[in-house]
């Protein structure tokens, strides 16, 4: 990792550690002393501005910079759209627009758009935090050209029946204030990239989870003894400790090439890995925490709904074989080819 | 809070360029000696011809100094060399042992006279190991073992049995762990000593065990109180035991743990990538998956052991989850066969199926066993 991004890893640890807590999860309100102060310190050393243009006043970092960012950020349980921010903030450099100085949030499912005179109208799915931010960027079609448009927040919020981790919201919206608007660069894939940031958070709660479960295990004793002791305690513990390391190997890709999070084949990899792995950790450390695991007051839930929340987004894992499978069969090589390619 | 760092390796055109060297010459050399493609090969294919044009090509001994005969190439180099003999089938049982681990010990611990005695006869496919560690009484316990080595004025005398030693009638050497002091209940991972024994001097017997495949490779080797030379103890005296460890890594690293059985994998391909159902594809979607995460790890770790880093533990990830791997990709690959009967595949499609089920068992035991690596990795996260 270079000096630099050493330098702002350790910044954005600092404020996590001092602002982020189960608290601030469980009592998540735009009003909320708590939150206004993890915003105001997020937003003034301009963490959400890391992969913007130096001259568009950013840190100008790469997707693969900040890689160990998104991770910390999973690892903490941020209840925020901190990296929403980065991403919306880093597609609009791509289309040499200013980033904002405010938390923003993304979609790429919309439906029956229509622009009109600077106003967007239509109806925007599964809108994470979309109750902390004032502005939403968009990917969307129209007239089989993409688009990445930013807008005022307004219309209704409709709160989605979600797995209770981040609130998503559904949005119908009619005749909102278009900010900016720009024909997306081909090159760009933003649901690649929406799902490879995705796996890396998954990667970063699993990593979480293993470490509460090593804690809990540690200190809980029963039968005389710490339920570390026992070998199928272990056992359980070993097996999350596996699919915590095999998902972030799958990873790996991503950290050698930007193009890489718009990659088919690199974003299928890690998207399928991830997902069996977290359906794997997911039952095992609730296992292994008892029903101290399954109450709203410890915080190992709020890990594995958003788990569940992220494998579930995009199409799941089985959606994933399918598509990596396909990819494979219809390219004309042997699987060592297509493996080594 | 990162537990276990896989870091992120490129491979880069050298090694592309490698890659396909070893494919033109497999190709070439398969052809014109008629050497038929096995599953499992570096267990159950040896062929000493194979392993000594293998040494020609300068293709073994890879990472070793060139003083020894070694070519100072890469451990990255190595992994690429190995993962396409794998991928091929190719018939390296006769050196796999030495090239992949006794090597390796006699570079890091051995005395400058065996260094130049064994590592250019192993660099030319020509000096093959077995593997001196479990014994009848002591499989995945391997602190409690018996073999004993008594010092006296002028040798060491050895006695005892080890078992499971794959290969050891075709192989010239084994390093055998030995007790050299009395079991101290207290403290069992000390009195241990390695020994580079010569398996053709007197007293060494050989017996050959056939596994549930009808196949005798693996054996029984007894030391009937043989008389060691001084300087066939290898690294320190009481020692053994911290360098069995290193030993082990370097064992249950490797892409055998994962590429075992992927001949079978391409050939089923082969045969059905027209006839597969959408389960079968959406199978294999998870396999290419599953399997390219293993090589990244596997391959990550070749670096840390080129960057003298101790991977033990990321090791026994390898080892576990290839393990786990290639039992499922049996299973998988009846499921992918899209309902057509086992009797209507091709002949050599069948052969390489039944010996891969036949062989599976042995693959979480080998190298360790799964409740062993779970147990490292447990008591490296501080639960033991």
Redesign the interface.
Known sequence: MKDEAKIILDICNKILLKNVDHHLRLNLEPISTQFKTLKDEIISSELTKLLVKEDLGGAGMTLTDIIPIVQLSAQYGTPIPFIETIISNFLLSELNVKPENDFITLTNKTENIQIKKDKISGNFKSIPYLNLVEKILVETEIKNQKYIILFKKGGKLKLQKNFLSEPKFDLDASELEIISMMEKPEQIDVQNLLINVRSIQSFGAMEKILKLCIEYCSQRKQFGRTLSKFQMIQNHISEIALEVAASGASLSTLKNNNKNFYNLKSTAIPKIRTGIASGKVIALSHQVHGAMGFTKEYELSYFTKALNSWRNEFGNEIYWQNILGKLFLNQNKNLWEFLNH | ??????P?I??DDNL?NL?NDVKSFLKTTFNSNNIKPQADAWMYSANPEFSKKLGEKGWLGMSFPKKYGGREKTMLERYVITEELL?AGAPVAAHWIADRQSGSQIIRYGTEEQKKEIIPKISSGECFFAIGMSEPDSGSDLASVKTFAKKTDDCWELTGRKIWSTGAHLSHYMIVLARTEKLDEKNRHSGLSQFLVNLKLPGVEINPIEDMTHQKHFNETVFNNIKLNKDALLGEEGMGWQQVVGELALERSGPERFLSH?IL??NF??EF?YK?S?M???????I??????????SF?IAWMIQEKKSPDV?AA?VK??GNVFEKKLIETIREMSNLIPFEKWSSSLKSLFQDATLRIPANSLRGGTSEI???I??KQ????
């Open positions: 809070m990162t537990y276990f760092n896989f992120h490129e491979e592309k890659r991928v992927y994998l391409d391909i082969c990538r597969m959408e079968g594809i959406t199978s294999l979607g998870k290419i998956s599953e399997l390219q995460t293993l090589r990244m790890m990550s990321q990830f576990e989850a690596m779970r147990g990795i447990s996260l501080g639960l033991r």
